[in-house]
């Protein structure tokens, strides 16, 4: 049997004012079940976070989680998962969660979520990975994160290249069909 690959999920430890991001948490996890996949996230238990794997669980899929030592109990590290690591800081987790994925799904949240997403995609433009990265845009929250890359665009700090790496969908089950589904070229390091 092949083995499972994991999709990562990041999000925010908070639910947001608007229960519609819950529900695409929901049904992130759901959809990740249903592609049998696996999900990859950090390890908590609150938040959209835990949404997402509870759904995720429920629906049948393995679920790692990894969460730093300092945040196991701010983010109530999740009793359930099918893996839990507990490492030293944010930097090992993220490395993890990186190294365990075949991609990167971004769902609603803080600046936790920014950086994680941020950091993903500049290791792309490094040609350090080529996995792909989806972004779910529910009612247009992400619309001021593409306005940013773009005019980033415009002024001629990032290349288009880059920019084109993301996938934004508002539908949870065709981001994540569509995650699985590509194989995207490594991208070549040019510094011109
Ligand atoms: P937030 O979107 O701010 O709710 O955070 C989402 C997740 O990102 C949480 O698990 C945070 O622990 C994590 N996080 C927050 N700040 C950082 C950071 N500087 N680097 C990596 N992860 C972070």
């Not at 971004?106 to 792909?132: M, Q, V």
């Not at 890359?149 to 415009?154: D, G, L, Q, R």
């Not at 994540?176 to 590509?182: F, N, P």
């Amino acid at each position: 049997m092949d083995e499972t690959r994991f999709l990562c999920v990041f999000c925010g430890s908070s639910m947001g004012v608007r229960s519609i991001h819950a529900e695409m948490a929901a049904r992130v996890g759901s959809s990740i079940a249903r592609e049998g996949l696996g999900l990859v996230y950090g390890g908590g238990r609150v938040g959209l976070m835990g949404v997402v794997a509870d759904a995720a669980l429920s629906a049948g899929a393995p679920v790692i989680g990894v969460i730093p030592e300092h945040l196991s109990r701010k983010e109530i590290a999740h009793a359930g998962l099918t893996e839990l690591h507990v490492v030293e800081d944010l930097h090992q987790r993220k490395a993890m969660m990186a190294k365990r994925a075949f991609g990167f799904l971004t769902l609603a949240g803080g600046i936790g979520t920014f950086e994680e997403f941020f950091e993903i995609l500049s290791w792309a433009a490094l040609g350090l990975h080529a996995k792909p990265m989806g972004v779910l845009d529910t009612e247009g929250i992400y619309g001021p994160l593409k306005a940013l890359i773009a005019h980033s665009v415009t002024e001629g700090f990032t290349r288009q290249s880059y920019a084109d790496l993301i996938t934004y969908r508002n539908d949870p089950e065709s981001l994540v069909a569509e995650l699985a589904r590509q194989r995207p070229e490594p991208l070549k390091l040019r510094w011109s």
